[in-house]
């Protein structure tokens, strides 16, 4: 093997020997020697396996390395950067170079004959193409292979048994699978069959660590928010009415033999506590349970006992729950009952469901094709955002804009339904009708915009005359054979003379030297594997959703550009909401669903995933109201322009874990809340005084200097002032931090201050009738789960941050594992009471002797003879309630941090009699939302 040109090669990531580390780790096992390694898009997957490929073959001449890649632009890529470090690389099938690159497809070839006369049972590798099978032996009989397997995620979803077969048959060969795929991502089978041939993950690393390392640009991901064209929203109005007037229908008096309302109570309402508790039927239905929780929320449906309203439950049924619901009353009593009545509400309900994209047959309603999403997902409301981002970023950045427009398809390939005549077209949402509306604005035609796609190559002719130009200057030849063909409308073909193999290079060249701005694409040809350093703008008029296309879609505009050092990317993606519709909320959903396991970085600097880091208050179950649609936009506008600003955020070359911590965000109500102007971090202190059965008690000794309530031993511990943390729980009451400085004063000097030692100790027990500080029900949390062996870390690795406005964030900074079981455990530790395996007690409501304190002895004495005259009870989270043990270990964390109480199992006479009469009931008031947050 030739030494490569060292000159021409970079130095290897971080990332990049940290991967090549685990992988030789990984090849060390002779009986396993595969390895499953994850990078994301720009962080140098090539790089890696070839050299991890070079090594193989310096060590071992004899041996031989194939490559196989999921088409032929990324195979190219292999084997251009092969011959950069040296390596003998060709695509030639007879593998007789040391490294041979292929495509997937090259291997399966399949014979259709064979196809149609196998079962399910039969080899995969028997139905292939003669051609196939020759490879497949060629591969097979390679006595010392080495085989990557790029994008591996390709093999799983269409050739995962051949891929099984190919492993199976080359035995003990050094096998590694690249890919940008997050596992979590995989579905079932495929995540089955990964844990089958390649075991565990050896190497991951996530898109916001290569940001942080430098090696991805620093970037935003923003939304712009459109409704649909007056057309559009006037036919979806007319396709809402029959379902409106259904929902309508359902309140009136005899509608059905069981009214719709009527049923819901049964079903929900009614047999909680009665038959079964709350937690039982929502584990046994999830999905009616929430939709029942979000009739609650619309005042449709009285609260069951024990249910409690997450944020997902927090805004109006969808279309969705309506139908399931419904579903559930059809299939349950309607459809069964010979009443006359029934039998016209399900006719009803049958001429109803195909509006919001259902239909009803025997086994119940199920999913159908639905016109709605297609005019929310193609409307031509899309192309003319497209139009007001490409605008704004071009006036924010100049000539360093270069704006990809990524579309699922060329050209529409179905044809319109006829309900949609006069609606839409077939263009629509299509990458034809995207450049069409691009050259019919001056603020975008001037950008010279340009379509590429695998069949072909199309502009305003006088843009594509430049383009022939611009390729005769690097293949003269070519050129000469390229015809500008034009046509009535503003756009212009280049498509003779060459093929999508060749001109995509062109192309791309011809964009990033900036003679067009504008780009626009599929994600088929501008996604995977092609590379335009200079994209500083992504906007995704695409339909996908699964983490792999939201992946490979974001990798187009974070590649750094050696010719722009502060490059900051911006990711649009246009959402298209109509509230004229119940199933208007389509494409906001698929936004949520773009956004699930994608990290951002949202206002306040934390990289979390989901929408809330496009902007804190998107919820990831409603769109916001359109009325702030206008508002939002230009939100994102401003925040797009200040790349500065986005790039000071992400913190570039700062030390980082690379880990995703469960979060839990907590808001109590608003009267408890003090706005804040900045972050305040809080530091969980036990209190100084608890209450017991038998009084008040310490573990500590009474200072000689003051008398110290928790909120002043937690702004010691913090570093701030009292007032600064006077805030949610630890507001006290009227005048305690007033009188606590005076107080303090008084004991050092020795003067008597009967009325302040009397105020305070009232204050001390006033406390403990109050609900208990969140901090110390999180340590208690905490510190009960490590006891238990459950998480690593305890209360010590608790960080807790009061955001502006009041808002608590609660993370336990242990291992991935332990964030989340602490977030679940703590989450349910200060939610309602609903039917728990063990109740968790204070005491409460204790009072002083009437007569005057004047010592500090004396203050002492009389809180001890405090006797406690109630007891408040509350839900030990059921990770903890599993068994009498663990619950153990959380009563004496909650003894210790929040104060003195009993344990109590729910199976018992007593417990459950308690459960029974506090089962609902609510102390902390508190709106949780949990949230990954990245660090």
Known sequence: MPDPDTSAVPPLRIHQREALDALARAWDDADHPRAWVVLPPGAGKTRVGLEAVAGELRAHPDRRAVVLAPNTAIQAQWIAEARTLGLDASDDKSLTSPLTCLTYQSLAVFDSEAADDVDSTTAVVDRLHPNGVALFERVRAQPRLVLVLDECHHLLEVWGRLLAELLDAVGRAHVLALTATPPESLAGEQRALVDRLFGEIRYR????????????????????????????????????????????????????????????????????????????????????????????????????????????HRHDPSAEDWVRLLGDWLLHHVAESADPADAEVLAVVKAALPSVGYQWTRRGVRRGRSTVDRVLARSYAKPGAAVQIIAAEHAAIGERARVLVLCDHERAAATVPVS?????????????????????????????????????????????????????????????????????????????????????????????????????????????????????????????????????????????????????????????????????????????????????????????????????????????????????????????????????????????????????????????????????????????WRLTSDGMTTDAPV??????????????????????????????????????????????????????LTSWAREQLALTSAVPPLEAVAAAVADGLAAAGLTSVGASALAVDVHPGGEYRF????????????????????????????????????????????????????????????????????????????????????????????????????????VAAVSGEDPFAATTVMRRHWS
């Not at 359902?250 to 079903?267: A, C, K, M, Q």
């Not at 002492?860 to 068994?883: D, F, I, M, S």
Request: hydrophobic share 45%; net charge negative; with cysteine.
């Open 205 to 312: 690393v996530s898109v916001p660590a290569v940001v942080k390392e430098g090696h991805l640009a620093p970037f935003d991901e923003l939304v712009w928010l459109t409704t649909p064209t007056p057309t559009e929203e006037d036919w979806l109005t007319s396709e809402a009415l029959r379902f409106t007037g259904l929902t309508t229908l359902l309140t009136t008096p005899g509608f059905g033999s069981v009214g719709f309302y009527e049923w819901l109570t049964t079903r929900f309402v009614e047999p909680v506590p009665a038959t079964t508790t709350w937690a039982a039927l929502a584990e046994r239905e999830p999905d009616l349970c929430d939709a029942a929780l979000r009739m609650h929320h619309a005042g449709l449906l009285a609260l069951p006992a024990g249910a409690r309203l997450r944020e997902e």
């Open 811 to 914: 993370r336990l900074a242990g291992t991935e594992e332990d964030a989340e079981v602490f977030a679940t455990a703590f989450d349910e530790a200060i939610g309602p009471v609903g039917v728990p395996r063990y109740l968790v007690s204070r005491y409460t409501g204790a009072e002083l002797a009437d007569a005057p304190i004047r010592t500090r002895s004396g203050a002492r004495k009389a809180l001890q003879a405090a006797r406690a005259t109630g007891e408040a009870w509350h839900p030990v989270p059921a990770v903890l309630g599993r068994n009498a043990t663990n619950a153990g270990h959380y009563l004496r964390s909650w003894n210790a941090w929040v104060g003195g109480g009993r344990l109590l199992a729910a199976a018992k006479p007593e417990g459950a009699g308690i």
């Open 420 to 688: 949609l005549d006069g609606v839409l077209d077939a263009e629509a949402g299509s990458a034809i009708a995207a450049l069409e509306a691009l050259l019919a604005d001056p603020s975008t035609a001037l950008l010279h915009p340009m379509l590429v796609t695998g069949s072909v190559v199309a502009a305003a002719e006088s843009t594509l005359r430049d383009l022939v130009a611009f390729v005769a200057d690097r293949d003269p030849d070519l050129a000469s054979r390229l015809r500008v063909e034009t046509s009535a409308g503003p756009v212009a073909t280049c498509t003779s003379g060459w093929t999508s193999r060749t001109w995509v290079t062109h192309v791309t060249a011809f964009f990033e030297s900036g003679r067009t701005q504008v780009l626009v694409g599929t994600r088929g040809l501008l996604g995977e594997g092609w590379n335009a350093r200079g994209v500083s703008t992504l906007i995704d008029l695409t339909t996908a959703t699964t983490l792999t296309a939201v992946v490979q879609t974001r990798g187009r505009a974070l590649r750094t550009d050696p010719t722009w050092p502060d490059k900051v990317a911006t990711n649009w993606t246009v959402v298209c909401v109509s509230e004229a519709h119940p199933k208007g909320d389509n494409d906001w959903s698929r936004l949520v669903r773009k956004h699930q396991g994608f990290h951002g970085i949202d206002a306040d600097g934390d990289i979390v995933d989901g929408v809330a880091h496009i902007d804190a208050s998107f919820s990831p179950y409603a769109p916001p109201p359109v009325a702030e649609f206008d508002g939002l936009n230009a939100r994102m506008l401003v925040a797009a322009a200040d790349r500065d600003t986005i790039r000071d955020a992400w913190e570039v070359g700062e030390p980082y874990q690379d880990v995703t911590l469960a979060s839990l965000r907590v808001r109590r109500p608003a009267a408890d809340v003090a706005p804040l102007d900045e972050v305040v971090t809080l530091t969980p202190v036990p209190p100084t």
């Open 703 to 756: 200072p000689e200097t003051s008398w110290r309530t928790p909120l002043a031993l937690a702004a010691a511990s913090a570093g701030v002032g009292a007032a600064s943390l006077a805030v949610g729980d630890w507001a006290l009451v009227a005048g305690a931090v007033g009188g606590l400085a005076t107080l303090g004063q008084g004991a050092v000097t020795g003067r008597s201050h009967a009325d302040d």
